[in-house]
């Protein structure tokens, strides 16, 4: 990797969901059973919260560097994720070694996965009107600018670009660029800004089902493989990068 991806923004996180085609019961016993078996790899995955009796899930403390890891399961997916991770290979491994054992503990196999998602997430903070800034630096020199910027427009109040694109000619392997706004209409009217992250979201995608079809920690491996390449190559350079410059010129 020629960057390192957590130093481009002020929050940097990896999370991963494998989305099943049927639910079925929440089996605390063998969630339980799941967690001790990640536990012996990392230990400090110490925190057991439910929610509502929907769900379980399993995190660490934060470690006072602001990283942490977490794994949550529930009746029709298995989500984990890392944030503020030392390392992509780090968390490639904390990956590898819960789609690996998933399949065991919590009975899944190949008839029930739908799709898997790996999400790169950058955060940026910025007190301000998040709309208007996105506008002015993503749609500057688009077509789009006559709608945004013409007499009619008192005020941007929605400006998240959301793109996809199929990586396999299949369309069963897909990336995803989404930039979010947190801006309320109130802060607009008022001028009153939290300071709240404008998110940049990449998130590489795998459907099970169009053809012969890889395990889960297989796909994750190939999932950050194009992850890794579009964040370094495309992401960062045409999204990140221009926001936190827009960000840093502001007063």
Not at 71 to 99: E, K, Q, W, Y
Not at 174 to 186: F, G, H, I
Not at 214 to 223: F, H, M, R, S
Request: proline residues 4%; charged residues 25%; aromatic residues 12%.
């Amino acid at each position: 990797m020629s960057i390192h991806l957590g130093a481009v923004s002020d929050d940097f996180y990896i999370n991963s969901r494998l989305f099943l085609k049927v639910e079925g019961n929440l089996d605390r016993e063998a969630v339980l059973h799941f967690f001790d078996r990640i536990r012996k790899e990392y230990p400090s995955l110490r925190k057991l919260r439910s929610r509502d009796g929907q769900a379980l899930m399993l995190e660490e403390e934060n470690d006072g560097q602001g990283s942490r890891r977490w794994i949550r399961v529930d009746r029709g997916s298995l989500r984990f994720g890392h944030f503020a991770p030392d390392t992509i290979d780090s968390v490639r491994r904390f990956g590898d070694l819960i789609l690996t054992q998933a399949p065991y503990h919590l009975t899944f196999s190949d008839l029930v996965y739908d799709h898997l998602e790996l999400i790169f997430g950058f955060d940026l903070q910025y007190r301000g009107n998040h709309d208007q800034l996105v506008a002015e630096t993503i749609w500057g020199e688009n077509p789009a600018t006559s709608f945004l910027f013409g007499d009619d427009a008192a005020n941007i109040i929605d400006a998240q670009p959301y793109f996809g694109i199929a990586l396999s000619p299949e369309c069963d392997v897909q990336a995803y660029v989404e930039v979010k706004s947190r801006t309320t209409t109130y802060e607009v009217r008022s001028s009153n800004y939290e300071n709240e992250p404008i998110s940049v979201f990449l998130t590489t995608r795998k459907y099970w089902g169009v053809d012969v079809d890889d395990a889960p920690a297989i796909c994750l491996k190939t999932l950050f493989e194009h992850a890794e390449r579009i964040a370094i190559d495309k992401v960062v350079p045409n999204f990140v990068n221009p926001l936190a410059a827009a960000i840093a010129s502001r007063p």
